[in-house]
């Protein structure tokens, strides 16, 4: 009997550490299909090279990570496995490792976010494997939805109201990015009809105005520089003319001096001069000859301030091009931003108060029958997918739970509807 129950036990601790190997081969799978982001924490070991490894390494924002004597390393969407391969071939091109040997581990996932009808909105550390219906209830479950629950009415009022400001900002993105258009264009800012769908006319009269006005002000200060570096130009250009001029009449000067000095130089060979009229012409010359010398390096040195001031000329421009091409980029990347966020909140706001039957169709297209919606990032963009209670979130995800399909409180509490 002992012997049967020590191989039961023997059994039972194999089962066991089994299930322990099948857990961590499906922890490290999962691993290595995920994408990394901003926001999680891993742990970098380089075998033999401890001084190398780091601990606790948190991806930027910009998707970065910092490396021990290699720099930061874009590490954004991308797997553990590709960003090992990163490393290695870093490890071997900048610090001369011989096949280097690079483990990471995930220790710590970035958040995920859990928005719309749920007693506790907000961002909540993120657990492998774990589904819509979990991270509901960690956000403390459902809000049961009624006329009088002002809780869903106060979460409906700030999305209306972010909305708002939303409009209004895309409104100001986009007259910006015409007026540096403009700019580059020299012409006056073309409105874009979008903005009609943003604000109302009113508003937009006083967007345009104020860009417009701006684009003057910008306009006439760059002229305006460009004209004082111009004139000083027209200066210096007169300048080394007289000075060019200075030069000849120097020179030919300085001829005759030489021709009379020569002449001299005959006479004296006849005794038919004094040695003083000869020494007075040879400093004549020798004067005159530093006299061309100076007025050469005044020359020289307003050619220089001529070239300098082109240059500047150039740099003024360039500047003006790149502050164009910058201010346009950055104002495309704002709009997207907000693209996104107006068509994230409208969605939530649709999905809550019941979409028109016109719109119906369009936003059915997107979630069907489905009742949660997960805004994820996939590379440059995010998506809005549907997703069902218990299939599972990734970290970065923005889970909404909307006003739920009829039915669902039953599901998620079932004793909500009974009588106390």
């Known amino acids: 009997m002992t012997v049967h129950f020590q191989a039961r036990k023997f059994a039972g601790v194999l089962l066991f550490l089994s299930l322990l190997f099948f857990m961590a081969f499906c922890r490290i799978a999962y691993s290595a ?15 033999d090279h401890p001084e190398l490894s780091a601990s606790k390494k948190i991806i930027q924002a910009d998707g970065s990570i910092s490396i021990p004597r290699i720099g930061r390393v874009s590490a954004s969407n991308i797997g553990i496995s590709a960003l090992k391969n990163i490393i290695e071939e870093k490890l071997m091109n900048i610090l001369g490792i011989s096949n280097p040997s690079v483990s990471i581990e995930i220790t710590r996932y970035r958040q995920f976010y859990v928005a719309g009808y749920v007693a506790n909105p907000g961002s909540y550390e993120y657990v492998p494997d774990i589904t819509a219906l979990q991270a509901i209830s960690l956000a403390g479950g459902l809000f049961r939805l009624s006329a009088d629950n ?14 708002a400001q939303y409009r209004e900002q895309i409104a100001i993105s986009l007259v910006r990015r015409e007026r540096f258009l403009a700019e580059r264009d020299d012409t006056k800012i073309a409105i874009p009809e979008e903005i009609n769908s943003f604000i109302g006319p009113d508003r937009k009269q006083s967007l345009v105005n104020r860009e ?9 200060a760059y002229l305006g520089e460009l ?25 030919e000067q300085l001829k ?17 001069v004094t040695q003083s009229r000869s020494l007075a012409i040879d400093r004549e010359r020798i004067s005159t000859e530093a006299d061309v010398l100076e007025v050469t390096a005044l020359i020289a040195r307003s050619q220089t301030s001529r070239r300098r001031i082109d240059q500047d000329k150039l740099n003024l421009t360039t500047k003006r091009n790149l502050e164009i091409l910058n201010g346009l980029k950055e104002e495309d990347d704002t709009i997207a931003l907000l693209r996104h ?35 994820r990032a996939d590379k440059d963009e995010a998506k809005t997918l549907p997703i069902g209670l218990n299939e599972k979130i990734l970290p970065g995800d923005v889970l909404y739970v909307p006003r739920l399909f009829e039915g669902a409180s039953n599901i998620l509490w079932p004793n909500a509807n009974r009588s106390e």
């Open 150 to 163: 002002l809780g869903s009415f106060l979460e409906l009022a700030r999305v209306r109201e972010r909305l």
């Open 256 to 272: 005759l001096i030489v021709q009379e000095a020569d002449t001299l130089r005959s006479l004296k060979e006849r005794q038919l």
């Open 33 to 47: 299909e995920y994408r990394l982001g901003p926001g999680d924490e891993l742990d970098l070991s380089v075998f």
């Open 341 to 375: 966020l107006i068509d994230a909140g409208q969605r939530q706001l649709g999905v809550a108060d019941g979409l028109p039957i016109s719109a119906q169709q369009e936003v059915d297209s997107t979630i069907g029958s489905r009742a949660l919606i997960v805004v």
């Open 212 to 220: 417009s006005d701006l684009i003057e002000k910008r306009r006439n």
């Open 227 to 251: 004209s004082i570096l111009t004139d000083l130009g027209e200066e210096l250009d007169k300048e080394i003319s007289a000075l060019k001029a200075q030069r000849s009449a120097k020179e």
